[in-house]
Antibody
Framework: QVQLQESGPGLVKPSQTLSLTCTVSGGSISSDSYYWSWIRQPAGKGLDWIGRIYPSGTTNYNPSLKSRVTISVDTSKNQFSLKLRSVTAADTAVYYC???????????????WGQGTLVTVSS | EIVLTQSPATLSLSPGERATLSCRASQSISTYLAWYQQKPGQAPRPLIYDASNRATGIPARFSGSGSGTDFTLTISSLEPEDFAVYYCQQRSDWPLTFGGGTKVESK
């Protein structure tokens, strides 16, 4: 059973960098069958797609965040990470990591998600 | 960016009743739409892929339909565990986008 677990600081000061890591267990992040994404959910609101990374390191980002986001992968640790620079209160949200199949009917969707971690941007 | 609009925002129903949820896309997305269920404090759980295909382990009371811009998730007879928030998501174009959600609450 694949499991994803987010970790990182729950409080970040405005203008600083939000850094989160997603640890994958029960499967290899190096598999070319999947890509790995970050998705966030502000309190009481819907879901916002942040971006994705393939094991090769190829990335796609939401244009609305592209200038501030970096997603990276560490296959040796079976982890991938999110960095969001110059944060403001608007970046306060629950951040989820998720797995998406590369091919087949499920491509473009997400089959496994982490439980989510709340990040608050406040001084 | 493709905008997905879900309606109604809240649906108040009793167990055993039929739930009909709508998701409308701002432009045609063929059948490239998924539905997820989210309960408080939990991650979203995939229900339906490509408009009408049930994910592994999803009960037959959940069904999806639609194409183009109008989609429907139907729960034929609500079970107590079905009261949750439901989101749609499109994969037709980048960036991937989600709807604002429909909360199905117990009347």
């Amino acid at each position: 059973q694949v499991q994803l677990q987010e970790s990182g600081p729950g409080l970040v000061k405005p203008s600083q960098t939000l850094s989160l890591t997603c640890t994958v267990s029960g499967g290899s992040i190096s598999s070319d069958s999947y890509y790995w994404s970050w998705i966030r959910q502000p309190a009481g609101k819907g879901l916002d797609w942040i971006g994705r990374i393939y094991p090769s390191g190829t990335t796609n980002y939401n244009p609305s965040l592209k200038s501030r986001v970096t997603i990276s992968v560490d296959t040796s640790k079976n982890q991938f990470s999110l960095k969001l620079r110059s944060v403001t209160a608007a970046d306060t949200a629950v951040y989820y990591c998720a797995r998406g199949p590369v091919r087949g009917i499920l491509t473009g969707y997400y089959d496994y998600w982490g439980q989510g971690t709340l990040v608050t941007v406040s001084s | 960016e493709i905008v997905l609009t879900q309606s109604p925002a809240t649906l108040s129903l009793s167990p055993g009743e039929r739930a009909t949820l709508s998701c409308r896309a701002s432009q045609s997305i063929s059948t490239y739409l998924a539905w997820y269920q989210q309960k408080p404090g939990q991650a979203p759980r995939p229900l339906i892929y490509d408009a009408s295909n049930r994910a592994t382990g999803i009960p037959a009371r959940f069904s999806g339909s639609g194409s183009g811009t109008d989609f429907t998730l139907t729960i034929s007879s609500l079970e107590p565990e079905d009261f949750a928030v439901y989101y749609c998501q499109q994969r037709s174009d980048w960036p991937l986008t989600f709807g604002g959600g429909t909360k199905v609450e117990s009347k």
